[in-house]
């Protein structure tokens, strides 16, 4: 048994060990030219605003208004030695909304976009989950001898007949 | 002409009206001669939208441009084939031809109806001109492709087709992605009957199943065809980018396919009979819903038709549908109890079940992100767009849940699964799919997620090559046929299961086309003077010249780009840019030369006056792997529509039972065996 002061300390080094995982990749974040990105690259995180609903890497439409506007200022600010995400920001700026951006940031009540539909996911798994659990308790209680193995009739089919239970093994077998 | 047009669309509205009052008053007085005539009136649905798309078909061949329709989107220099195709490429074009494949569909299950579809049929015929006369009202009163210009005029000439719209994808493309949605409308209307009838055993699922599975293998071309429209045509190199309307068609297809798979559940134990009949409604509901979404304009797609004043229609519709079908589903809830309960958490059940929910949850997040804009701007007060980057973090997990789930699921036995049986069946499936992980490694390809994807493609390979050859097996010893003839018997003898197979298999060859081709693809984009040269992997671009050429319909400016793999010359890549005069729209021409192993994908982005260009460079691997995967699920979906497999399985049990009996009675007479 291990007593409070372990259990603190322990937590402590936890939270140091998590702090150096989130804030030093965020000290030593390279910019997107170190990354070896262009201003396409950062354009794939962006929405061509032509109403064309692609992202501006990939709006092919011809004489958009939009897509090489996009790519053009995501040049200039990868040229600025600019983090990605700082220039995410500059293009929520000076579009006036995150809808300029093809995925929204995962920060904030945007977190919720993100989560909630796993949430609920993981619910429905879980009360499928607590209702197969259930189904199978409830088949060892009102039959604590129907542990058959696998492929077997359950109770209720079986009659005792060999040539009968010989008949379904062959049905099994062959029942491709 | 036109007044024959317009009132053949009244006159079915009526009739569908009447239908509906003949099928209640049938229904509520028990009165058969009622049930005919509501039967017959179905039938006449299907002449009076025949003839009004026959109509409209005469009225754009002719180039009938006194017709708004007409000319909105033919004109005279249209290729007879695209003002054919310009039936379904606007609005109300769109819905009309919709409303016939609905009654043609009616007809089909009317006419295919044999003697044990006859209790649910005076059910199932109202829900089928019910959402036929939905589509009459919408026709009738408030989108007409019959509308003339003011005071007789005729336009001088059309404004065309949407060029993006003439391609040869474009005559398969929709009709297919048309003949799904409706037809999911017919196994709907089965569920539906089996409520509303009480008849809630298996039988409706019986009668519905070839009409789930037509209404899938639609579902699956449009969906396949669609991405090779945009590969082909769109010209960003990509098939897939998770536009609101490819959504809208993808979701009624990944519930049909939960469908497909937990009506097994239902066939087999008696089991799941709530989610089955939610699982039809939800398939139909998502398919009204694509349409509202791609109609009403609420969310802006390169697909959609723009904006409009019925979209609050469809809304209405759909949210009326959908509270009718659940509030029977809810009215029978007593009736909807299972006959079994799981016995095991590891079985072909569970299995089932969590492929279902996977599916679903794959149709919930999709829905969501395509709806994030407008929620978002009612919760939030901000818009936010959800693209491919938001889709590809949050289903791509799920994708390869399935994935593993496809293999896993068919090696699992119902009731229970032995642990030893565990081992047997998942021990060279399991070594096939981490040894494939290997050689991949070693050239390179070593992204975790795409690891993940191609190793388990290699191990539900190896469960499907397994399967067959376990069977094989059986068979051999059983018939002592030869291998060959042993394997095709197999399919005889079962095809729903070896069918189902084959379009695993084909959805195999999807995802690894698809996960090569996403992880793996290469892109360069460069302005080359006559002369220069440019490298994408191990092709080398050496571009040419400038060609210019004009026809009456467009003006064409072509890159003549010299071709080079492996610095042994190859030919000559000719993508180019279309200018249409009508439409007075410019459009992408790709030049694709494509291979089993990759695809050089050659776009002009843009022509200059000095004669330089720029050019983008696409290598693809794997990418006819996608349209190859989606033939075999064709091909696979076909097989196990065939009939006679029951048949024969029946005959099959039968010997067995009879060969039981002779042993039965041997045995009793001292004989033994």
């Known amino acids: 048994m291990m007593n409070g002061a372990k259990i603190a300390n322990r937590w402590t080094a936890a939270a140091c060990a998590a702090f150096l995982f989130l804030a030093v990749p965020a000290v030593l974040a390279k910019t997107a030219k170190e990354q070896g990105m262009n201003g396409k690259d950062i354009a794939r995180k962006l929405m061509c605003q032509c109403g064309c609903s692609m992202v501006a890497a990939e709006c092919n439409h011809v004489n958009c208004p939009s897509a090489p506007k996009l790519i053009a200022r995501a040049q200039e600010l990868v040229e600025r030695n600019l983090t990605v995400e700082q220039i995410l920001d500059e293009f929520v700026e000076e579009y006036g909304g995150e809808h300029v951006l093809s995925a929204p940031p995962f920060k904030g009540r945007n977190r919720i976009a993100y989560i909630a539909p796993y949430a609920g996911l993981v619910l429905v798994a879980l009360l499928v989950g607590m209702a197969v659990i259930g189904w199978t308790r409830n088949r060892r209680r009102a039959d604590p001898l129907a542990e058959t193995p696998e492929g077997s009739p359950s109770p209720g089919e079986e009659n005792g007949d060999p040539h009968r239970e010989r008949m379904r093994k062959e049905l099994k077998e062959y029942d491709v | 002409m036109a007044e024959f047009g317009k009132w053949s669309l009244y006159f079915a509205f009526a009739v569908s009206l009447y239908s509906l009052a003949a099928s209640w008053l049938g229904i509520v007085k028990k009165r058969v001669e009622y049930l005919e005539s509501a039967r017959n009136s179905a039938l006449m649905l299907f002449v009076l939208t025949s003839a009004a798309t026959a109509t409209l078909l005469y009225l754009l061949v002719t180039h009938d441009f006194r017709f708004e329709y007409v000319a909105r989107y033919t004109s005279s220099t249209l290729p007879f084939a695209y003002t054919i195709s310009a039936l379904w490429g606007g609005q109300e074009g769109s819905l009309l031809f919709w409303l016939f494949l609905l009654s043609l569909f009616t007809l089909g299950v009317i006419v295919t109806a044999k003697d044990d579809a006859k209790p649910l049929m005076p059910y199932v015929i109202p829900v089928l001109t019910g959402t036929a006369s939905f589509f009459l009202f919408i026709l009738c009163f408030h989108t007409s492709p019959f509308e003339t210009f003011p005071n007789g005029q ?54 519905s199943r070839r009409w789930t599975l037509l209404a899938w293998l639609f579902l699956t071309i449009g969906n396949i065809l669609g991405g090779k429209w945009a590969y082909v045509e769109l010209g960003w190199g990509g098939y897939w980018a998770w536009d609101p309307v490819e959504n809208a068609a993808f979701m009624p297809w990944l519930a049909c396919t939960a469908f497909i798979h937990s009506v097994m559940i239902q066939e087999k134990r008696g089991m799941l009979k709530v989610w089955n009949v939610t699982l039809i409604i939800l398939s139909f509901e998502l398919a009204v819903f694509g349409t509202f979404l791609t109609r009403s304009g609420v ?39 299972s006959e079994n309960e799981l016995e095991s958490a590891v079985s072909r059940e569970s299995g089932f079940l969590l492929n279902n929910i996977v599916l679903v949850g794959i149709a919930g997040v999709t829905c969501w992100g395509t709806l994030l804009p407008i929620t978002s701007e009612v919760f939030k007060g901000q818009k936010m767009t959800a693209g491919p980057d938001f889709f590809n973090m949050m289903n791509v997990p799920m994708f390869l849940i399935l994935l593993l789930l496809m293999g896993i699921g068919p090696l699992l036995a119902w009731r229970k699964t032995s642990s030893s049986m565990l081992l047997r069946n998942f021990f060279w499936p399991v070594c096939l799919g981490l040894g494939a992980c290997v050689p991949l490694y070693l050239i390179g390809w070593r992204k975790p997620l795409a690891l993940v994807s191609l190793g388990g493609s290699a191990f539900v390979l190896g469960t499907i090559a397994q399967e067959f050859w376990r069977g094989t097996v059986a068979r051999r010893r059983m018939t002592g046929e030869a291998p060959g003839t042993a394997f095709v018997s197999l399919f005889r003898k079962n095809m729903r299961r070896y069918g189902g197979y084959v379009v695993h298999f084909g959805t195999l060859m999807i995802f690894v086309g698809v996960t090569a081709s996403s992880a793996y693809k290469i892109e360069e984009e460069k302005t080359l003077k006559p002369g220069e040269s440019m490298t994408a992997g191990r092709y080398r671009l050496t571009y040419e010249k400038l060609e210019t050429e004009t026809t009456a319909h467009r003006s ?25 005069f009508k439409a007075e729209q410019p459009t992408t021409e790709v030049d694709i030369r494509s291979g089993l192993m990759e695809d050089l994908y050659v776009v002009l982005t843009a022509a200059q006056e000095d004669g330089q260009a720029i050019i983008t460079a696409m290598v693809n691997p794997l990418v006819v792997w996608i349209w190859a995967g989606g033939g075999v699920v064709v091909f696979g979906t076909i097989l196990c529509m065939l009939p006679g497999g029951e048949r024969r399985k029946a005959a099959w049990r039968k010997t067995i039972q009879d060969r039981g009996r002779i042993e039965a009675e041997k045995e009793t007479a001292g004989v033994g065996l």
Request: hydrophobic share 45%.
């Open chain 2, 154 to 207: 005729a336009a001088i000439e059309g404004r065309d087709l949407n060029p993006l719209l003439q391609n040869p994808g474009m005559f398969v493309h929709p009709p297919s992605l048309y003949l799904g949605y409706v037809g999911v409308a017919a196994p709907f209307a089965f569920g539906l009957a089996a409520l509303m009838s009480g008849r809630l055993d298996t039988e409706w699922m019986k009668l």
């Open chain 2, 556 to 580: 064409v400016t072509r890159a003549r780009i010299a071709v080079e793999r492996n610095g042994k010359s190859v030919g000559y890549s000719l993508p180019e840019k279309h200018f249409y």
């Open chain 2, 299 to 337: 969310i802006s797609s390169v697909h959609s038709f723009g904006e409009n004043t019925f979209g609050i229609y469809f809304l209405v519709f759909l949210v009326t549908s959908t509270v009718f079908s659940f509030g029977w589903v809810l009215y029978r809830l007593p009736m909807l109890r």
